[in-house]
């Protein structure tokens, strides 16, 4: 299979899974045609043409050299040191044709925080209004993206493309995996207390295994008898959001958000909203949301020989399916 292919795969099944719905996911694309159309020439030279196509700002090919894909080396963050690993490996006899990362690389480093905008949707399905949803969000990403500006963000690229190895990275397509994936299996399972929702992240492997590394799910605020009703499961669209939405959820009728991650300023206003908490895991999430969107890949593409790095773990779900 070739890396494009690979890619596409991945886009169209992170429309699927994407929380806002495939209809508002491309509502939004034909809004980007749009303005795109509306630029001046001057001004289109500097446009992303992947955006007329792709509504991920944080995930792109970031090499591709053309040849075939069997072998990948798939991690949750790729920098120079995985990128000389693989060609360690390759030297070692593994057949390494591509990488794969998911944390973003390149210009979807440089531009992740667009796809934040997505939050603003997926709050207002919760029940925030999409006035309030949108202004804050708004403030939210303008902070991020002031945040991320000084990094350098071609340093894992310039290196794939002076080694020739083909590169993709996928954020925000696994997070949506992961995101629904749990949002639909909490309502299926329907928790009682925040104990029964440590004991259902746990029934999957990439969380028991990370808790056997001393990782586990953890609750972040409130106790194991605390009541649950309304699940929200914050994890996709980019990173953290604005701190001020807790209290606007709480106010809309969610009790628990369950999260990858929470900063100090996060934590704070999730209990100043009085919200309960549970942290699932950074890495045991993005690997979880990883593995989803490779069954896919597996399925429309057949067979591809995985190795694991940088915190990845493989774990396979034959059938998976988008549960409704
Ligand atoms: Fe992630
Ligand atoms: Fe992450």
Redesign the pocket.
């Known amino acids: 299979m070739k890396l494009k292919d690979i890619f596409d795969v991945i886009i169209q099944f992170g429309i699927q899974m994407d929380p806002r719905g495939e209809k508002e996911v491309k509502e939004q694309l034909k809004k980007t045609k749009k303005e795109f159309e509306a630029l001046s020439e001057k001004d289109k030279k500097f446009f992303d043409m992947e955006k007329l196509v792709n509504p991920y700002s944080d995930s792109r090919i970031v090499f591709d050299n053309g040849k075939d894909v069997e072998g990948v080396l798939v991690g949750?963050d790729i920098d120079v040191a995985e990128i000389l690993l693989a060609e360690k490996l390759k030297e070692k006899g593994k057949k390494i044709d591509a990488i794969i990362s998911?944390?973003p690389v390149g210009r979807a480093y440089a531009r992740f925080y667009d796809v934040m905008d997505m939050q603003a949707d997926i709050f207002s399905i919760f029940g925030v209004p999409i006035s309030a949803a949108e202004e804050l969000t708004e403030k939210r990403k303008k902070e991020v993206g002031e945040k991320v500006m000084p990094a350098n963000h071609y340093r894992a690229y310039d290196a794939a493309k002076l080694l020739e190895m083909s590169m993709l990275n996928t954020h925000t397509p696994s997070d949506n995996c992961v995101a629904t994936f749990l949002q639909k299996k909490f309502e299926r399972a329907k928790p009682q207390t925040l104990g029964d929702i440590l004991d259902i992240l746990l029934e999957e492997k990439e969380y028991s295994e990370y808790a056997k590394r001393g990782v586990p799910p953890v609750i972040l605020n409130g106790d194991k008898k605390r009541k649950v009703k309304k699940v929200f499961v914050d994890m996709t669209g980019g990173t953290e959001g604005p701190k001020d939405i807790y209290m606007r959820l709480s106010n809309a009728g969610i009790d628990t958000v369950v999260g990858?991650h929470f900063s100090e300023e996060h934590k704070k206003a999730v209990q100043t909203a009085n919200l309960n908490c549970v942290v699932a895991g950074?890495i045991s999430s993005?690997t979880l949301g990883m593995n989803l969107i490779l069954d896919e890949v597996e399925k429309k593409l057949g067979k591809l020989t995985i190795y694991e790095t940088s915190g990845f773990i493989r774990v396979k779900r034959i059938e998976h399916k988008k549960s409704k």
Request: charge should be negative; avoid cysteine.
């Open positions: 949750i998911h944390h990858m950074h993005d």
